[in-house]
């Protein structure tokens, strides 16, 4: 997909409208919001919208505005400061634990900055002097603003959905997943497999290094585990019986008294959860979601199977569903949490959980500069995830995009697909 | 003051305009915020604004319309759960450490409960049921609502003073105090002093118990520590030399790596305080405010001398200034920080700690019932400030006010006047 | 009695013997221990006892022998740093914490390093050059061991009673409380009343600043309260009304699960009670021992009482009991836990919590040097006990004397003595 | 092996001597120790070598005795709950923080158990009554023992060489390090390999799951990196340069204030190093050891290389050092840090990080009951760690064995071995 390809002949006038369009994105995931609702972080990894907003911007004015557009003014040398994420290398940044004290810049002056940035990239993408290497550049901050949109919408859900009066931050189209497909065993032979990104077109670091894989013959679900699913491994006691549990998983389970996934309620005999369109019972057929690969884990062996590794992932996500689904997705409709149907839903469902701990691939190289420290400095104590969400922009979803988290994250959209060996 | 005093003959019509004009004050305190500034609570002793206003709302709601008002319609029962400080009696509470995570209800939705409830309010001081004993709770209502407007300033301050773009809430008139007073010694001599509220008008349960206390001779400062004065303590090395701390308190210096007030900033040179103004150069001639009760005590012993008993103050006060002078305060003109000069500057300028604990009078008892939470409570660990800040409500101001902190803290208005034996 | 009487014309050759009685008693003290029991630190605020063998000693090396004794040789530059406690001015100190982590110098090690500065002091005393700064600051050293003796009791009782084997310190004689005293009302008029240490003998600096009190007549009850008494606290749900507590005690009692005393065990139906002499039964017609203050003053206030501040509590203990009763003490017999009885039990019995926070008398003055550092400094967030415990050094007691803890701890004896106003 | 393989004809009289030779050998690592040295924990990971020595002797009284050996009598009921280290299906536990304040059972006490258990074993194993079943229980007890052994000596090591006396284990013979081999590059071509143990002989469950997996070529360094090699990263601001790090490995180096390895210290200009023959300066020719994998990495980054897959070092051990070479071990000689040399030295040096998480292999099952709680509970968040260290029990070293610890962890015998793709 030539939007897709930095490094393909895109002229500036193609790149300037698609910069646009994903920019705008940001604003539009926002669009539900209330002020207040921009300013907060409930906890660690839940960053303020507002910051969000500022933060993609000030990649744009760090990495290529600043760099290369000559004369270009810096919009407020405190902006840096205050929306620098994680990278050492470009000086000294706000506490990350203290961005939900900042009530100034407010939203409408980060929304000026916004606007500020865009009318100058757009200047600069009209002024002629945009090399490849600055495209490829613009391409890394584009998709870093796609990431960042994906967070946002989990940023936004733990937001409002950790607040008592559950505000809907969107009316759902009710789907009815009654005649949800059956679950079987896809077989994969034994085999060397090709694992990551060919180089053509855009990916990130941690795609590279394409390599073979030796995979034993396995058995992967086609279909996630639903809600009903998780639900008797809920009523079964799973969450009370240690030899399902990893012992650090046993420990946050304890300590964060989690008894089912993150959104659920019990309530007055009811399962209720909590979705982007309000508090609503269970959807007993949709795929179960806001699970954190502790709880993954403990489910699969509960079944008496595992979790797939994440080369055994992308080899089933590619035979059995090598193109994505024609969902609507977010950009046209905006309705989140309508879950797609397609071809096994390997992409753009949920993030499933692999069993492979997140390390670099054998010929990863971290590029030069800051924008090495974009993905390889992560690579310790992370578990992988495969396939997008319906929170995912949709050209960013392939097969070999290679997602993590820390084991007892569960903010995000993950799911369960398990497997085992025949 | 009549309108201080609600056990004399109040009627219900002088009550009502007093309840609307002091309620209104809140809302003008929260003028010059922007919305994004009401959410945010960056640390645990800082109320989000918005929870303040929510907060003094609820109590009318819960103490007097819910009890007293027949037929009173609660206005969401969620608020209820949300906006209770910390009154175990009246039921479960939001943590207070998660105050600055509720983005809902809105500022607007808050604001228009506090419009419901005052509404009702009015009505229910009009329907001619309110008894003597029903009117000591609205009065304490009121007084409470006092007490938060003057934690919202000290909030407000908090919020914007820590924001590394410093706002100005509101432009200074700026005023000159290079024909500060001399300070000079005041006498008291030795003899048995009558110590606390007489219980004609309002006060608090903590003023009371009337008793008697013998002093010691002493001699107390006629004026405030000044920034020159404690500049010079900062500048030779003061909070360096371990014999002038509190054990608790050097401990507390070194963890903060306290090294001047709160809002000082040593920059390039130039000593600079944060005030409601904005950043400016720190006012030599100002009395030091933002001072924590380690940072007075240990001033205090650099000195030579100590600080004054809460028995010594309100001697010394009750003597040297027997009327609060005619500051303009907060109400008519609303412009914080500009200290008042008057005699000796006992009322109304900065909170003086005193060497005193916070302990109780001896004949003190609470009060039945909830409000009997309200002050007995909180009686450890705190020391005793008298005199009132310019951030305090003109009648709020007397000579038995005993307000009480925890030693490490300064995002108040406190100051130091310094005292010795003769 | 003379020997406590440092500034009188004590002679060398009393003083020496003097001196090594008190050393020999820390030894005393640890006998039953076995080795393992030196070394453990299972709490911030309990010590290895080796460490407190070690820092008496320290004390008289470092502020006598080093000072003043021609030619004395250091016995190992090591332990100076591992054994200051907190004396800022003596230099860098080993951190607390971690004194539980140190398994060198061994226990032997420790008495060998006891046995040499004994002996220099001992040589020292007899050298002629001893003046009277010295003695006094030889006495501070003595007091100082005998207040290490009284924790040595409370942390070898911690360590042995937070054992699961429950060991035995020492066999108890068992003692018949069952004609315990009729507790009845102690009258004290009003009127001005002299407190504090006349200067004649020894006392430590925070009881200086002889002064005068006035105090409004109260009455003070004859006994403490019993374990019967206490026990009928507890199973009335005492721990569970809320209206009884201070905040911050509630706050403890609940992060502790504090629902009984320390070494209070209910089980299997039984209440039973750690002593120095195993688990036993409790003891009903004993007092209550190992009380928090937040402990104490909510059984206070549901008896309908309070406590007295600590100047009611010397003026009467002055008045109801002017002498010592004749205990036979632990120098001579060793026997802990055996409750005196005597006149109305004010002295040697269980330190007694006061309602009075620990702040300095009018006119204390800290002394010059680092033995300024040994009282002043802890003057905050603590509160006063008074009256000596069966731990307590007999010559160690006394009217005037300051003992204080922070509100939430109670592994040393502390018990309880209601007061009322009448 | 023979002695290694449980499953072959071992007759009982051969497993008898067997049991006691490695039993005893536990006693042996501790002789050196004073009675103070068994007590302590002066971090969460290191226990009090008393609590190893009970802890070992408790798995053959629980999974052993007291489920096969008819008529057994426990030792002492408390035994087992103090003494289970995390066997959640045994029951409770002491808490793991807590070991460190145990002070009884004494030492004696815990060889007294040590002696009546062995008795038992042995009266047991004569019995006839030992299936093959409960000969694999005891292999594993023994190779549980074996593991303890190695903890213990990590332990010890912590205990004194955290003591500021740095005390003296063991004099070391000291070795000639000077002809120090010449690191050469060792290469393996592409290829499927077999991976994991074969099942013959005894083997713990995560090493079991032989499965293929391809390796693209590679060069793997002929020896360990040298203090000399690491000096020289410390020297040249390793430590200080971000890009080098994990970024938890960042933050764990700020957090620790780690410059170099743990034990090292810079004195006076001299580069010093604790060992167990107390404190000497660097042997430079030596490996460099007590590395965190966040060290590892950092500084295989800087050397333009990468440590190698756990695949890749179990082949490149296996095709270079296929036999552990005659080193004289603990049992015979006890001379730890006497680092061997052999073939290539990749057995029984120090235990060598690897890229690898610590994951399941393929086929991977834990085994049934408490047994299953061994190694698979504690597969997340880890990192492989191969080849066996001078601490290690010669029959305890192969090939195959998965040793794991957290990447920030350094107080094991961990080194560096550097690799790269070709």
């Known amino acids: ?43 660690m990894d ?30 407020r040398e405190d902006f840096h400061y205050l ?27 980060v929304i000026d900055y916004r606007t500020y940035v865009d009318a100058q990239m757009v200047a600069f993408l009209a002024s ?71 180089g053509k077109g855009f990916c990130f670091d941690n ?44 420990d946050w389970a304890n300590s964060e008294q989690a008894e089912h996934p993150m959104y659920w309620e019990h309530k007055d005999g009811l399962w209720m959860n909590y979705t982007l369109g309000g508090l609503v019972p269970i959807d007993l ?15 699969a062996k509960w079944r008496g199977c595992r979790l797939p590794t994440e080369f055994e992932w992308e080899v089933a996500a590619r035979q059995f569903q090598p193109e994505l689904s024609e969902k609507s997705n977010f950009v046209e409709e905006a309705h989140f949490e309508t879950i797609p149907t397609g071809t096994y839903d390997f992409l753009g469902n949920l993030w499933e959980w692999t069993s492979s701990a997140y390390r ?18 992560f690579m310790i104590n992370q578990m992988v995830l495969r396939g997008g969400s319906y929170a995912t922009q949709r050209h960013h979803i392939r097969h070999t995009y290679r997602n993590f988290f820390h084991p007892h994250l569960r903010w995000m959209c993950s799911g369960i697909r398990i497997a085992r060996h025949t």
Chains 1, 2, 3, 4 share one sequence.
């Open 207 to 250: 795609e590279l290094g394409r390599h073979r894989q030796f995979l034993h013959a396995f058995e992967i679900s086609s279909a996630l585990v639903t809600n009903a699913e998780y639900l008797e491994f809920v009523q079964s006691g799973g969450y009370k019986d240690h030899f399902l549990w990893l012992s650090e998983g046993w």
């Open 285 to 299: 057929n949709a795929p179960v979601s806001h699970i954190s690969f502790f709880e993954a884990d403990a489910y």
């Open 128 to 198: 002629g002097e945009v090399s490849e290497e600055i495209k490829h550049v613009i391409e890394v901050g584009l998709n870093h603003e796609q990431q960042h949109q994906e967070l946002l919408v989990y940023d936004i859900k733990y937001i409002l959905g950790h607040n008592p009066t559950y505000p809907v931050y969107q009316e759902q189209k009710l789907k009815d997943h009654s005649e949800g497909q059956k679950a079987n065993w896809l077989k994969i032979g034994e085999g060397i497999y090709d694992i990551g990104h060919d």
């Open 360 to 377: 670099p691939y054998p010929f990863y190289q971290a590029p030069e500069g800051p924008l090495g420290e974009y993905n390889g400095k």
């Open 46 to 75: 839940v960053s303020p919208p507002k910051w969000h907003l500022a933060h993609t911007t000030w990649f744009f004015e760090a990495f290529v505005l600043l760099k290369y557009f000559k004369g270009f003014k810096v919009y």
């Open 83 to 109: 929306f620098n994420s994680y990278y050492i290398s470009a000086g000294e940044r706000w506490a990350r634990a203290d961005r939900g004290n900042l009530t100034r810049p407010s939203v409408q002056e």
């Open 1 to 43: 997909m030539q939007s897709d390809n930095p490094t393909t002949r895109d002229n500036n006038s193609i790149l300037s409208p698609r910069y646009l369009t994903i920019r705008k994105q940001s604003l539009i995931i926002c669009e539900p919001l209330q002020v207040e609702d921009y300013v907060v972080q409930p906890t």
